[in-house]
């Protein structure tokens, strides 16, 4: 959807105004008292995300009013990711923002309006999209814009796409093409080859899979030798029914979402190399399918991991950090300067924080406030959950180094899975963030379905600290 933001005009341009409730009185004082009418028998009042197009008197449309309800008392505290909810709604033509509030960048009104154009239309005949097209305002970076914009669709289609259609092979083709589009150096480890090549978990984890979807190490390299190291995981189960502990069918309805830890670093990592940040880039991607069959992992089994440590698997269900586990480590060898990893990991984190708010974990207080900074300027919302220790027992076993399931007296289970992979994080910088990578349900620029959750913070942080 980025072709529909431009710095060129052509041909007419319709200026939109976006309002508070508290303003719309002022600002109609200054129109036609036909247009005050038009507004007035029209029931518009400036409520969040409402619009109405006021009309000149030979009946072409004159201006677009963008209500935004009630004006905050801290300004500090606007989202524009409000302006999400505008294009889809406007009839194709080129539109501009004429006015709006203080407080509001044009910047990030051009990457909402952007961002609010997505639809997944790949299974719908006939589907069309919005043809609105915005001129950016001066100063607007329009390419940076579309970048992040691009990169969001990339996570979210890779989200929507059923399993059927993205297993292993299709999202090491997208890295694939990543890597040749950005001179990238990239090496994908297969099957069997992972238990050689030192993989143990990740293998375990996918082993029950048809040999067409077989496991993957998938690892990616970019950029100058001497600039800032950064290593980003992200976990791809590209379908999870649970394995032999297995889920039930609701549960199991939307895990082709499982993957979205994948896809949000692979989106993450296209956006830091097509914007050429100064830093030097590993990616590392593990890819399996939790399946059912005569050689699936067991409750009760004991695994290596690529660090050493033996895990108990209490849970087949919880299989996402056992091959995190061994992604991690290979991080440890990498020694980077800062390591982000990203999982659709837990129920937990939903029940804790809600669809919306993501949280994440890091021992890090300099980072964890480098994130959070980042998550309000980008209105990416992000919240730090502690690392607990006082939980850390509950991951120990009777038989082994640690075990994949916590005791239940400890409950808290997105605070215990970030424990779990701490085991093996790097020593340097690390933050673990426990993403949802859904709407569960539409509002205005916010489809129901894939979700792109925390790169663009993750973005904004990176370049902060080193550019």
Known sequence: M??????????????????????????LDQRPAAARRFADISGFKGRAGEILILPQPNGEMD??????????????????MAFRGLA????????????APAGYSP????????????????????????????????????TET??????????????????????????????????KSFGATISVITGDALLSQNY????????????????????????????????????????????????????MRLMKKDMGGAAHALALAQMIMALGL?????????????AISGDAMRPGDVLASRKGLSIEVGNTDAEGRLILADALTRACELSPALTIDMATLTGAARVALGPQVIPFYTPDDKLAADIAHAAHQTGDPLWRMPLWDGYRPALDSDIADIKNDPDGWAQAGSVTAALFLQ?????????????????????????????????????AMIKARYS
């Open 278 to 290: 100064r830093v030097r880039l590993s990616v590392l991607v593990p890819v399996v399918e939790n």
């Open 423 to 459: 085991r093996f994080a790097p020593e340097g910088a690390w933050v673990h963030l426990d993403i949802y990578a859904w709407n569960p349900r539409s509002r205005p620029g916010f489809p129901s379905g894939g979700e792109a959750q925390a790169i663009r913070a993750l973005l």
């Open 88 to 99: 889809a709604k406007l009839p194709e033509g080129q539109y501009q923002i004429a006015s």
């Open 146 to 179: 579309r970048v992040i914009a691009d990169a969001c669709t990339l996570a979210k289609d890779m989200v929507n796409t059923p399993a059927n259609n993205m297993g292993p092979v299709e999202i090491e083709a997208i890295a694939r093409d990543l890597a």
């Open 200 to 251: 143990p978990a990740v293998h375990a984890v996918g082993r029950a899979a048809d040999p067409a979807r077989a496991s993957r190490m998938i690892e990616m390299a970019w950029g100058v030798a001497d600039h800032p190291h950064i290593c980003i995981i992200g976990k791809g189960v590209v379908f999870d029914t649970g394995g032999l502990d297995m889920k039930p069918s609701a549960g």
């Open 63 to 80: 201006c677009v009013l963008f209500g935004l309800g009630t004006a905050p008392k801290d300004i500090s505290h606007l989202d524009a």
């Open 107 to 142: 910047a990030a009104i051009a990457l909402a309006w952007s961002l609010g154009l997505y639809g997944f239309t790949r299974y719908k005949s006939g589907q069309a999209r919005s043809k609105a097209r915005l001129i950016a305002a001066e100063g607007v970076d329009v």
């Open 2 to 27: 980025s072709d529909l933001l431009s710095k060129a005009q052509e041909g007419a341009v319709l200026p939109i105004h976006a309002l508070y409730e508290a303003d719309l009185a002022g600002f």
